[in-house]
Protein backbone atom coordinates (compact mmCIF):
# COMPACT_ATOMS: atom_id res chain seq x y z
CA UNK A 1 0.00 0.00 0.00
CA UNK A 2 2.62 2.48 0.98
CA UNK A 3 4.36 1.68 -2.86
CA UNK A 4 1.51 2.50 -4.06
CA UNK A 5 1.02 5.80 -2.22
CA UNK A 6 4.38 7.02 -3.23
CA UNK A 7 4.74 5.96 -6.56
CA UNK A 8 0.95 8.30 -7.23
CA UNK A 9 2.54 10.72 -4.79
CA UNK A 10 5.57 10.94 -6.26
CA UNK A 11 6.09 9.79 -9.49
CA UNK A 12 2.66 10.34 -10.11
CA UNK A 13 1.61 6.98 -11.89
CA UNK A 14 0.95 4.00 -10.94
CA UNK A 15 3.21 0.79 -9.33
CA UNK A 16 3.42 -1.76 -11.42
CA UNK A 17 3.03 -5.39 -9.81
CA UNK A 18 6.88 -6.24 -9.84
CA UNK A 19 7.99 -2.62 -8.49
CA UNK A 20 5.82 -3.94 -5.51
CA UNK A 21 7.46 -6.89 -5.28
CA UNK A 22 10.81 -5.18 -5.18
CA UNK A 23 10.07 -3.46 -1.86
CA UNK A 24 12.05 -5.35 0.98
CA UNK A 25 9.16 -6.25 3.63
CA UNK A 26 12.29 -7.38 5.83
CA UNK A 27 13.91 -4.10 5.49
CA UNK A 28 10.33 -2.82 6.88
CA UNK A 29 10.28 -5.02 9.89
CA UNK A 30 13.98 -3.95 10.98
CA UNK A 31 11.77 -0.51 11.86
CA UNK A 32 8.73 -2.33 13.62
CA UNK A 33 10.77 -1.12 16.84
CA UNK A 34 10.78 2.38 16.02
CA UNK A 35 7.47 2.34 14.68
CA UNK A 36 6.77 0.56 17.97
CA UNK A 37 8.01 3.25 20.16
CA UNK A 38 6.54 6.01 18.24
CA UNK A 39 2.84 4.33 18.60
CA UNK A 40 3.45 3.96 22.13
CA UNK A 41 4.82 7.90 22.45
CA UNK A 42 1.64 8.98 20.71
CA UNK A 43 -0.56 7.21 22.42
CA UNK A 44 1.04 8.72 25.76
CA UNK A 45 0.45 11.80 24.51
CA UNK A 46 4.06 12.65 24.37
CA UNK A 47 3.99 13.72 20.06
CA UNK A 48 7.29 15.94 20.88
CA UNK A 49 8.87 13.63 22.37
CA UNK A 50 7.85 11.19 19.57
CA UNK A 51 8.75 13.83 16.36
CA UNK A 52 12.35 14.09 18.85
CA UNK A 53 12.78 9.90 18.62
CA UNK A 54 11.90 10.05 14.87
CA UNK A 55 14.29 12.66 14.16
CA UNK A 56 17.36 11.18 16.04
CA UNK A 57 16.40 7.90 13.61
CA UNK A 58 16.36 9.70 10.16
CA UNK A 59 19.36 11.41 11.59
CA UNK A 60 21.27 8.48 12.03
CA UNK A 61 20.18 7.50 8.99
CA UNK A 62 17.76 8.00 5.92
CA UNK A 63 16.36 4.94 4.85
CA UNK A 64 13.53 4.54 2.77
CA UNK A 65 11.92 2.15 5.85
CA UNK A 66 12.57 5.42 8.37
CA UNK A 67 10.60 7.32 5.56
CA UNK A 68 7.95 5.00 5.85
CA UNK A 69 7.80 5.44 9.18
CA UNK A 70 7.76 9.22 8.98
CA UNK A 71 4.93 9.57 6.86
CA UNK A 72 3.01 6.99 8.66
CA UNK A 73 3.48 8.91 12.04
CA UNK A 74 3.00 11.64 10.59
CA UNK A 75 -0.40 10.90 9.08
CA UNK A 76 -1.08 9.30 12.20
CA UNK A 77 -0.77 12.67 13.88
CA UNK A 78 -2.58 14.45 10.77
CA UNK A 79 -5.80 12.58 11.85
CA UNK A 80 -6.01 13.64 15.12
CA UNK A 81 -8.68 16.20 16.08
CA UNK A 82 -7.29 20.04 16.75
CA UNK A 83 -8.36 19.74 20.24
CA UNK A 84 -6.32 16.29 20.66
CA UNK A 85 -3.11 18.02 19.06
CA UNK A 86 -3.44 21.11 21.35
CA UNK A 87 -4.42 19.15 24.72
CA UNK A 88 -0.78 18.18 24.24
CA UNK A 89 1.01 21.13 23.10
CA UNK A 90 1.16 20.16 19.03
CA UNK A 91 -0.47 21.82 16.05
CA UNK A 92 -1.72 21.28 12.41
CA UNK A 93 1.38 23.54 11.51
CA UNK A 94 3.95 21.46 13.06
CA UNK A 95 2.76 18.59 11.42
CA UNK A 96 3.70 20.48 8.42
CA UNK A 97 7.22 21.55 9.61
CA UNK A 98 8.28 18.29 10.87
CA UNK A 99 7.10 16.66 7.09
CA UNK A 100 8.73 19.58 5.33
CA UNK A 101 12.25 18.75 7.42
CA UNK A 102 11.53 15.35 6.56
CA UNK A 103 11.23 15.46 3.26
CA UNK A 104 14.14 17.96 2.78
CA UNK A 105 16.30 15.46 4.59
CA UNK A 106 15.45 13.01 1.67
CA UNK A 107 15.50 15.68 -1.04
CA UNK A 108 12.21 16.01 -2.05
CA UNK A 109 10.98 19.08 -0.38
CA UNK A 110 8.77 20.03 -2.84
CA UNK A 111 6.73 17.13 -2.88
CA UNK A 112 3.78 15.18 -0.84
CA UNK A 113 3.08 18.54 1.60
CA UNK A 114 0.46 18.30 3.64
Known amino acids: MLVR ?3 K ?3 HREAQEEEIILYDQ ?3 QKND ?3 TELILLVRQGKL ?3 ENRLFEALEE ?3 P ?3 ASAIQFYLTLYEMEEEELAKHDFSREEIAE ?3 DVRKLFGIEDVLSV
Do not use: K, P, Y
Open 26 to 28: TAQ
Open 98 to 100: GFA
Open 65 to 67: ENF
Open 9 to 11: TVL
Open 5 to 7: FLS
Open 61 to 63: ECT
Open 48 to 50: NEA
Open 33 to 35: DLD
